[in-house]
């Protein structure tokens, strides 16, 4: 990170003042205390705990300084109103300090590929950086900004959805020169009630472009009321601007031709979504004035990134939300939380799979049991337990749920019930059901997920 301690405090209107502390180069800023190294700013932020808990945990780990919102002895810090509006503040200003070209990217299924796509291509002509993981919220987009290496040219961000006004705020923040609205996705899948809430809430993604910015969306009349009028706007589709022809979808591959390329071209990856993505992430390229060879060399070697959090279908027809990518206690509570929204299929039940979340120190278990706020026993039918420190919650669960409705398979140095876990999935999962698996990757979550997609 190229920025010090007191040119944060001046962004962000710092309350206080650092003075008897010769300024400081940081080195980065976490949110997780976990994650401080020797030179970093600690960020403590409200999840399910209190981050202003971790403090001390941040200095016995190397911070040189923190955020607060409350006076604190001991230790140089950031004095702020939030914490969270301070590390936005900051981030806004570090990618206009730096000069990085913004690329935005939203919309339902597709962004994250999308996103990878885009990237790899940018990266055969520029240093290009991109969102991680999830990592595309009012947290996470700053995060992703606040990570990116010192000589970063193009970021290519993800931005992601939950309550209306969210992506104006992202969008705002960033400010894109070229931003990207995939698919608007069903209406059951999220929460905004209609396809024309959920379209006009990813059109904010303009919200914080300037006039020479660039428009992409599809070819969708859903979108057509929100489209604005000072902007130049690109749609693809059948009968746009941009289009795919010839599709030939193979197992494990697909080849196409698009009006941006003149010659086919064949991904390493099946589904035909893909070369609506692939043509949209060409196009990019060509506004940035990638060659149509760099652009190609890039797709057909693609790697996409696999096991965020996503909705996929098992072989039955049930809806599962997979989030087994990354598990603290803000992650599983916040998706918990978002699984509980969402209105469940007709007939269909909710049913909640929940793996240990691995390095949480002393007070794991507590950490667990923690979640019993958000299991709403009203919403969700069933509940599946695996691990080890997540007996507890178990436990407190059967209290709380109906009788036959908690189940518990154990994972310890001596015994994995894997298989188990396995076998009673799959017995129980109905086509109008809904399911979560969420947990530390080590939990190993994707196998049952893997499991349940194939027949
Ligand atoms: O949902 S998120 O993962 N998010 C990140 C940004 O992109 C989108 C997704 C998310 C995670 C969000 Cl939105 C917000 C927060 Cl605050 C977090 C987060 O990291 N939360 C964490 C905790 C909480 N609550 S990380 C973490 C680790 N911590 C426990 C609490 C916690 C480990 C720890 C345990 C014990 C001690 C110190 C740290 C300890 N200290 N014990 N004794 N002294």
């Known amino acids: ?46 999840g399910m705990r209190d981050g202003h808990d971790f403090i001390e945990t941040a200095f016995d780990n190397g911070a040189v300084a923190t ?77 992703t900004v606040m990570q990116m290496p010192d000589d970063t040219e193009k970021i290519v961000l ?50 914080g472009m300037d006039s020479d910015g660039i428009l992409i969306v599809p070819s969708d009349p859903i979108i057509d009321d929100f489209l604005p009028e000072n902007q130049m706007v690109i ?13 030939q979808e193979n197992k494990e591959s697909l080849t196409f031709t698009t009006n941006v390329i003149d010659r086919p071209i064949t991904l390493p990856v099946p589904g035909k ?27 057909e070697t693609i790697e996409l990134t696999r096991n965020r959090t996503e909705w996929k279908k098992a072989a039955n027809g049930a809806d599962i939300l997979s989030d087994v990518y990354n598990a603290n ?27 240990d979340m691995k390095e949480l ?10 979640m019993i706020m958000s299991l709403a026993p009203d919403v969700i039918d069933t509940v599946i337990f695996y691990g080890e420190d997540i007996a507890e919650l178990a436990q407190l669960s059967s209290q709380m749920f109906p009788i036959g409705k908690v189940y518990y398979f154990k994972k310890t140095a001596q015994e994995d019930q894997l298989e188990e876990l396995i076998k009673y999935v799959k017995e129980i999962l109905k086509p109008e059901d809904q399911i979560l698996l969420k947990g530390s990757n080590s939990m190993q979550l994707s196998k049952v997920v893997e499991e349940l997609e194939k027949d």
């Open 1 to 46: 990170m190229k920025i010090t301690l007191h040119e944060v405090a001046k962004v962000v209107g710092a309350k206080n003042t650092i003075s008897e502390f010769d300024d400081v180069p940081l080195h980065k800023i976490e949110f997780d205390s976990r994650k401080i190294g020797v030179g970093d700013l600690f960020l403590p932020l409200k």
């Open 67 to 143: 955020f607060s919102e409350r006076e604190i002895a001991g230790h140089p810090y950031i004095l702020v109103d939030d914490c969270l509006v301070a590390f936005q503040q900051l981030a806004q200003y570090y990618l206009a300090k730096q000069r990085v070209d913004v690329i935005a990217v939203t919309g339902s299924n597709g962004k994250t590929t999308t996103k990878d796509m885009i990237a790899a291509i940018l990266s055969t002509e520029y240093k290009t950086y991109k969102t991680q993981g999830n990592y595309n919220n009012e947290i996470g987009l700053p995060y």
């Open 158 to 207: 993800e931005m992601g959805q939950d309550h209306m006004g969210d992506i104006h705020l992202l969008s705002d923040l960033a400010k894109p020169h070229i931003a990207v609205v995939t698919l608007i996705g069903e209406a059951h899948l999220e929460f905004f009630g209609s396809r024309e809430k959920i379209a006009e809430g990813k059109l904010q993604i303009v919200d």
């Open 235 to 247: 749609r693809f589709g059948d009968g746009a601007e941009i289009f795919v022809k010839d599709l």
């Open 273 to 299: 979504y893909n070369a609506t993505n692939a043509m949209v992430a060409a196009y990019v390229g060509k506004l940035l004035a990638i060659s149509d060879d760099d652009i190609i060399e890039a797709l």
């Open 329 to 355: 206690p803000t992650a599983m509570k916040l998706i918990l939380e978002t699984f509980s929204r969402i209105p469940a299929n007709k007939g269909g039940r909710k049913i909640a799979v929940l793996a």
């Open 361 to 370: 120190g002393e007070q794991s278990v507590s950490l667990h049991t923690q």
